[in-house]
C-alpha cells in the first residue's frame, strides 16, 4: 500500500486543519500517528477501513476527528481547536491488524505532513 499524505501547515492557536491521505490499496485499518522533536512518535488516531470503526488517543479525543471515503480510498484526519502542543510531523499508515495504536503493526507509512500551530 503506498500513502501520500496532504494538509499541514501553520495555523494559528484554536485553529483547525484538516489532514488527507490517499491510499492505493484496502487496508485493515489507517492511522495517524505524529512525532515532535525530541519526542517519540505517538499514537494518535485509527480508523478500521471496511467497518469504520474509530478509535482515539486521549489526545484526540474531543478535539479530533477520524474518517475515511471508500469511494476516494482516502482517510482523513480533522483536527480542532489546535494547541501549540499538537505541533509535529504527521504520518499516516496502514495496517494495524494486531494491534490498532501500536505503530509497529503498521507496514505502510506515507512520508509525513508537517503541522505548526502559533501560540
Known amino acids: 500500500v503506498q500513502l501520500q499524505a496532504s494538509g499541514g501547515g501553520l495555523v494559528q492557536a484554536g485553529g483547525s486543519l484538516k489532514l488527507s491521505c490517499a491510499a492505493s490499496g484496502r487496508p485493515y485499518a489507517m492511522a495517524w500517528f505524529r512525532q515532535a522533536p525530541g519526542k517519540e512518535r505517538e499514537f494518535v488516531a485509527a480508523i478500521t477501513w471496511s467497518y469504520d470503526s474509530p478509535w482515539y488517543s486521549d489526545l484526540a479525543k474531543g478535539r479530533f476527528s477520524i474518517s475515511r471515503d471508500l469511494t476516494k480510498n482516502t482517510g482523513y484526519l480533522q483536527m480542532n481547536r489546535l494547541k501549540p502542543e499538537d505541533s509535529a510531523v504527521y504520518y499516516c499508515?496502514?495496517?494495524?491488524?494486531?494491534?490498532?495504536?501500536?505503530?509497529?503493526?503498521?507496514?505502510?507509512w506515507g512520508q509525513g505532513t508537517q503541522v505548526t500551530v502559533s501560540s
Open positions: 499508515a496502514t495496517g494495524g491488524a494486531d494491534g490498532i495504536a501500536d505503530a509497529r503493526q503498521y507496514d505502510s
